[in-house]
């Protein structure tokens, strides 16, 4: 089972970006899934999570901001991030807990760069 993250890049303060996070292989069923971040220097923290059966949570810091949504029929999870701030520069990870036959698994993408500057 794999995660394949994409949508990150450099933007302006202010700015949106769209992150989407892609999950394959032998899959039966996908419990939670969520996005972490990490920035240079500082410990990898949860930016946003969704349930299977929709339910969300947000890091303060982004409540207000970023939506995470999820398209169960694709094994997708998005997170829009709307009024980007410097301090939201970091890598991107998607995070899933996976079903697969005869076994659970949490899985880790590989990462997306989001970089907010003028």
């Known amino acids: 089972v794999q995660l394949q993250a994409s949508g990150g890049g450099l933007v302006q303060p202010g700015g949106s970006l769209r992150l989407s996070c892609a999950a394959s292989?032998?899959?039966?069923?996908?419990?939670?899934m969520g996005w972490y971040r990490q920035a240079p220097g500082k410990q990898r923290e949860l930016v946003a999570a969704?349930?299977?059966?929709?339910?969300?949570n947000y890091a303060d810091s982004v409540k207000g901001r970023f939506t995470i949504s999820r398209d169960n029929a694709k094994n997708t999870v998005y997170l829009q991030m709307n009024s980007l701030k410097p301090e939201d520069t970091a890598v991107y990870y998607c995070?899933?807990?996976?079903?697969?036959?005869?076994?659970?698994?949490?899985?880790w993408g590989q990462g997306t760069q989001v970089t907010v500057s003028s």
């Open positions: 969704i349930t299977s059966g929709g339910s969300t």
């Open positions: 292989g032998s899959i039966f069923s996908i419990n939670n």
């Open positions: 995070n899933a807990d996976v079903y697969s036959p005869g076994r659970y698994l949490e899985v």
